[in-house]
């Protein structure tokens, strides 16, 4: 996975920019007054909430839902903590998942809460003008412009262009021998929102653009020739709907995706960004959107712990450890004992991540972290079986039956493991207060 430090410049320079525009704004759309009481608590905590499995299950909302966010708003219907929606759907604009969200709570949720698995695409300022071929459904040209790109095609245009490469169903097959029907530009790059309606056409066609790097026009090539760069949202293996087991999700067909171009050119695809949980980067970005929450209700703590509520072990729970294994790390650098333990085992202070080093992702200290942990909660209304356990050691597991996890992370027994298991949202909530001593007036 490629280009993950222009990213996080990118995210932190837009993360500053945004903030100071929109001072004074975020609170007021979000049901934060931005002039809070000293008299009221000023929690230095702030929720990430998941949403599928969660609150709702396919397009009905979970009972627990209601009652937890009834905890989370005052008499007025303002917030009474900063609250983030994390989740790896990706077929619609944020505006409009923070629309349903609000209707299912009945609580106001703007789209400044809400990070779907394609928001942070809008930080790939390199690729935004260039020719890219989208997949997934649900409205993929406009969600495509929303995030910032300009020449957008989709695998319907291509089909459409090139009836003969769609020919697994028969019943789509051109009854007359045709051409192509217009010339399409070169396509530059490929990005995947989420899974497709057919998987079949976005399959083949998508194996197409990457096997003749973007020129339909031409034959497959498979030695040789640099496979065209490939950003993918959403790495869930399942989700969980109305049905009694999950699932498929977007990372299943990433799966079919990659099995098929190894099976015919014997290399791997290669990604330039993954996206969506559990990439540390979407959970910074959640952070960022906590502090600014909490800098709009005028607190004067910082919020130093997080707490991520999920239903899937390998995302919503892997996820948030990985970005607390990452804050861990973080703090320890700074730790003077730290620093000579390490002087001490290398020898040498080269070995020792210097300030300008490690901050250099961020631009200001706006975009540095104020949260020193991520605690993972993991609620049984989803994904996850209580039933089904995870083997302590990585060895003596079959990766394709336990790790749902993408193949490009590393699976690790201590980041499946959840900080705490609750039954559902509303006793993780409670929880969470009792572990924050936490009372909202």
């Known amino acids: 996975m490629r280009g993950l430090l222009p990213f996080y410049r990118g995210l932190c320079t837009l993360s500053n920019r945004q903030a100071r525009r929109k001072a004074g704004i975020v609170g007021s759309r979000c049901g934060f007054c931005g002039t809070q009481s000293n008299s009221k608590p000023q929690p230095s905590f702030g929720l990430l909430f998941d949403i599928d499995g969660v609150l709702v299950r396919g397009r009905m909302p979970i009972p627990a839902a209601k009652k937890a966010f009834e905890k989370l708003v005052d008499s007025q219907g303002q917030f009474v903590l900063p609250v983030v929606f994390v989740t790896n759907a990706g077929n619609c604009l944020r505006q ?15 789209q400044d809460q809400v990070i779907m698995s394609h928001s942070p695409l809008r930080m790939f300022n390199k690729f935004h ?21 300009t020449n957008v095609v989709s695998v319907d245009m291509l089909r459409e262009s090139f009836p003969l490469l769609d020919m697994v169903d028969h019943n789509r097959r051109p009854k007359l021998p045709s051409n192509p029907v217009r010339n399409l530009p070169k396509i530059d790059a490929v990005v995947l929102f989420g899974e497709p309606i057919r998987w079949e056409t976005n399959l083949q066609l998508i194996i197409d653009i990457l096997l003749t790097k973007g020129n339909l026009s031409s034959v497959h090539q498979t030695q040789n020739m640099p496979q065209l760069p490939l950003l993918a949202c959403n790495m869930d293996l399942m989700w969980m709907a109305e049905a009694h087991s999950p699932r498929f999700g977007h990372g299943t067909f990433l799966v079919c995706l990659e099995n098929i171009y190894k099976k015919i050119t014997g290399k791997d695809l290669k990604y330039e960004a993954l996206m969506g ?121 079959i990766k394709e039956t336990v790790f749902h996890g993408h193949r490009d992370f590393r699976f690790d027994p201590a980041l499946v493991e959840p900080d705490h298991i609750v039954q559902d949202v509303a006793e993780a909530v409670d929880r969470i207060f009792e572990l924050e001593k936490f009372v909202p007036q």
């Open 96 to 110: 409009t998942k923070a629309d349903q969200l609000s209707h299912i709570l009945g609580v106001p949720i703007t």
């Open 277 to 397: 949980k559990p990439s540390e980067l979407t959970y910074h970005f959640a952070e960022y959107l906590i502090r600014t929450q909490a800098m709009q209700m005028q607190w004067k703590l910082p919020v130093t712990s997080l707490y991520a509520i999920g239903d899937n072990i390998m995302t919503d729970i892997y996820g948030a450890n990985l970005y607390n294994r990452y804050l861990e790390q973080r703090v320890s650098r700074k730790n003077p004992k730290t620093v000579a333990k390490m002087v001490s085992a290398t020898g040498s202070t080269t070995a020792v991540p210097q300030e300008e080093e490690r901050d250099n992702l961020w631009e200001s200290e706006l975009a540095l972290p104020s949260a020193t942990s991520c605690k993972s909660v993991l609620v049984c209304t989803g994904v996850y079986n209580p039933n089904v356990e995870v083997p302590s050691d990585a060895s003596h597991c």
């Open 129 to 149: 003008d260039k020719c890219v071929l989208v997949s997934g459904q649900g409205p993929v040209l406009e969600i495509a412009t929303n995030v910032g790109f």
